[in-house]
């Protein structure tokens, strides 16, 4: 919840932050509807994030969503881990193609057109 400047007002609907350290910041991120939680009412704020989840959040912080499928665009790079239908599909389609975008209403994009992607294996050693 450091991209905010603002706090938390409220109790959450989390059933298992009571006391944890961030505690404030995780009602916080909610309330911006950065994170959402399990549809059990848990965050599980001690389990280890996981790469879908981590990119969900970014994007949600930027404000970088698409709606639904018909937003992307065909030739887009796709993982095998990351089939449609998959909660995180949007989120890692958003993540890794580039792309020029759109706005579709306040909180949504359509994808204009793809960047080409760099080839970062050229930077490894």
Known sequence: ARFDTGTSDGESSFTDISGHWAESEIRRAAQLGWI?????????????????????????????????????????????????????????????????????GEVYERWSALNVNPDWAQYQR
Do not use: C
């Not at 939680?37 to 970014?58: H, K, L, Q, V, Y």
């Not at 499928?69 to 449609?84: I, R």
């Open 36 to 104: 959402q939680g399990d549809p059990d009412g848990r965050f599980r704020p001690n389990a280890p994030i996981t790469r879908a989840e981590t990119m969900t959040i970014i994007n949600r912080v930027l404000n970088r969503l698409p709606e639904e499928k018909e937003d992307l665009l065909e030739g887009m790079k796709e993982w095998p881990d990351a089939l449609p239908g998959a909660w995180y599909y949007l989120a890692v389609q958003e993540a890794t193609n580039s792309h020029a975008y759109e706005r579709k």
